[in-house]
């Protein structure tokens, strides 16, 4: 009985990986019995000519290339869900377009689904052979800081690239949050996952649009979207901030009263002042984070638009 495998690829400025991609996922396909391939191009309102390529690629394997194109760039969670709202395939695979992802990692993978024992074959990275040392330095912090401040564990090294059954890919899409952190995703909704490792490979073509800042703010929105913990720090920061205050002031007028005198030492309070203004502005930030990321939920907008499709 054939089943059909979807292939879930986002894209971005990308027209130079698209052709290396489809045929080196093509190399592969033979390898995998009795399943039929669909794939699914999600194209994230590039600016380049990842457009064109993606219909010149429809046109030549119409009845398995498909694509979707947004109206403007929505980021890479939004092409992510867009993926899986459109595979209708009994088994779902997310994958990088730049080739990071190696296909050749699909017949094994597809062989643990098969046997029944997982519902989920993720990927991880044994190094980052090849990125600059401050950007895997906070790699491994991000890791370690979210696994201990939240209760959903993210695997360190983890890719988006994996293989999931209809099931946990139903389960994933019944979560239909704006605020999106994928990799917390995969990990919430359970499922017994299995991790296939293998080294960092180099892109083939074209330069990613990841940098460090695009990096640490997509850490951030994943802190605050699987943990309460910065909330609760803000909380004990006012509460510890507001017990020194009160000891500060018992101080100064017991010292008034035993040693009498004017008020001195303008210079420490000023500086004090500053320091307890500081501690409020940032709990008042996390807090506004949070609010933030509520007022984008209740508005419930679209996650994405969609301005082509085929």
């Known amino acids: 009985m054939t089943k059909k495998l979807s292939i879930i690829v986002p894209c971005y400025c990308e027209e130079e990986s698209i052709p290396l991609f489809y045929d080196a996922v093509e190399k592969v396909a033979p390898q995998l019995p009795n399943i039929e391939l669909e794939y699914w191009f999600i194209d994230d ?19 398995h290339v498909h694509y979707a194109s947004f109206s403007r760039n929505f980021g890479k969670e939004a092409g992510l869900y ?14 990088d377009v730049d080739l990071q992802d190696p296909p050749e990692l699909l017949p094994k993978m597809l062989g643990y689904l098969e046997s029944g024992e997982y519902d989920c074959v993720g990927t991880r990275r044994v190094d980052r052979k090849g990125e600059p040392p401050i950007r ?59 991790y296939l490792e293998y080294p960092n490979k180099e892109r083939v073509a ?8 695009s990096l640490l703010k997509y850490s951030i929105d994943g802190i605050v979207s699987f943990s309460q913990t910065p909330l609760n720090i803000a909380s004990y920061v006012g509460l510890l901030s507001s017990v020194a205050s009160v000891i500060g ?29 500081g501690i409020q502005l940032l709990c008042l930030g996390i807090v ?23």
């Open 136 to 194: 895997s330095f906070f790699a491994h912090m991000f890791y370690k800081l979210i696994n201990k401040i939240s209760d959903t564990e993210i695997v360190d090294g983890a890719r988006d690239y994996r293989l999931m059954t209809r099931q946990m890919v139903d389960a994933i899409l019944s979560m239909s949050e704006y605020n999106r952190f994928s990799k917390g995703i995969f990990s919430w909704v359970g499922f017994k996952t299995k």
């Open 45 to 63: 309102g590039s600016s380049d000519n990842t457009l064109g390529e993606l219909r010149k690629l429809q046109q030549k394997d119409p009845e």
């Open 82 to 95: 867009c993926g899986l709202q459109q595979a209708t395939g009994d088994y779902v695979a997310v994958m």
């Open 288 to 310: 506004g984070k949070y609010i933030g990321k509520i007022f984008m939920e209740v508005k419930n907008r679209p996650v994405y638009i969609l301005k082509e499709k085929k």
């Open 249 to 277: 002031i018992i101080f100064v007028i017991a010292r008034k009263l035993l040693y009498g005198g004017s008020a001195f030492g303008w210079a420490s309070m000023v500086c004090i002042f500053l320091f307890i203004g």
């Open 206 to 213: 074209g330069k990613t649009s990841w940098n460090f800042w």
